[in-house]
C-alpha cells in the first residue's frame, strides 16, 4: 500500500520559545524629544501559537498569531541631545521588551513531511526604560525617569516546519520585528515552536 501524502490542512495550536537580539532607543520610548540613542538588547522569550491554514496542491496558505512573554533587555550610558545638541546630563538607560505579539500571513511550499514558508505582517509589543539622571532633575527638559508604551510595528521572517505525525509538527522560524517608528526598536528573534493540528490526514 502507498502511503497517504502528508496534509498541512487545519486549524492548530502550539508552543514556542527562542530568543531575540538587536536595538533599543530607552529614551524615545518615553519621549520623541530627542534624538536616537539606541543600546543593544538580548534575551529571551516564551509563549503560545495559533492559526489556519489550507493546503492545495504543493501550495499552503495560512495565518498565524502569537504572544510570547519576553525578557529581551539592555542598557548604558548616553548624553541626550535635541538636533545634535547635547543637554549636558549623563543619562544611565536601561530598556525591556515585556512581551511581544504578531499576527501575519504564512505562505508556505510542502514537500512531503517537510514544509518551507515566508511570513509577515504586524507586530505590538511591551516597551519599558527606566533612566537614571545626573546633572539635572527628573521631569525637566522633557525627561522624565521611567515610562512605558506599546508599540506597533511589523513582523517579516521565514521558517522550516516538519511534521512528526498527521497532528504534530515542529519548527524553526525566524522575524525580525520592528517598530513604526524603526528608530525606537528593532529585534531578531529565533524561536523552535511545537504545534498541534486538527484536521491533515
Known amino acids: 500500500m502507498v502511503a497517504p501524502a502528508y496534509n498541512w490542512t487545519g486549524v492548530y495550536v502550539g508552543i514556542n520559545g527562542g530568543g531575540g537580539w538587536g536595538r533599543q532607543d530607552p529614551l524615545n520610548i518615553i519621549t520623541d524629544r530627542f ?5 543593544d538588547i538580548s534575551g529571551g522569550m516564551f509563549g503560545g501559537t495559533s492559526g489556519a491554514q489550507v493546503q492545495v496542491a504543493n501550495v ?11 525578557d529581551i533587555s ?3 550610558t548616553t548624553t541626550p541631545s535635541v538636533l545634535g545638541t547635547p543637554l549636558g546630563a549623563t543619562v544611565n538607560a536601561s530598556s525591556k521588551l515585556d512581551w511581544i505579539s504578531t499576527a501575519r500571513a504564512r505562505a508556505g511550499l510542502a ?17 519599558k526604560s527606566s533612566l537614571t539622571v545626573n546633572g ?26 516538519y511534521g ?17 517608528s524603526v528608530d525606537i526598536s528593532k529585534v531578531n528573534t529565533i524561536r523552535a515552536g511545537l504545534n498541534y493540528r486538527i484536521g491533515g490526514n
Not at 499552503?60 to 519576553?70: K, Q, T, Y
Not at 498527521?166 to 522575524?175: A, F, M, R
Open 111 to 127: 514537500q512531503g513531511n517537510w514544509l518551507y514558508y515566508a511570513t509577515g505582517g504586524l507586530s505590538l509589543a511591551e516597551a
Open 164 to 180: 512528526m505525525s498527521p497532528g504534530l509538527s515542529l519548527k524553526l522560524e525566524y522575524l525580525f520585528i520592528a517598530a513604526a
Open 35 to 39: 534624538d536616537s540613542h539606541a543600546f
Open 136 to 161: 539635572f532633575a527628573c521631569g525637566t527638559n522633557g525627561l522624565f525617569c521611567t515610562g512605558s508604551g506599546r508599540k506597533v510595528g511589523a513582523a517579516l521572517g521565514a521558517g522550516v516546519e
Open 74 to 76: 539592555g542598557s548604558g
Open 60 to 70: 499552503v496558505l495560512g495565518f498565524e498569531s502569537d504572544i510570547d512573554w519576553a
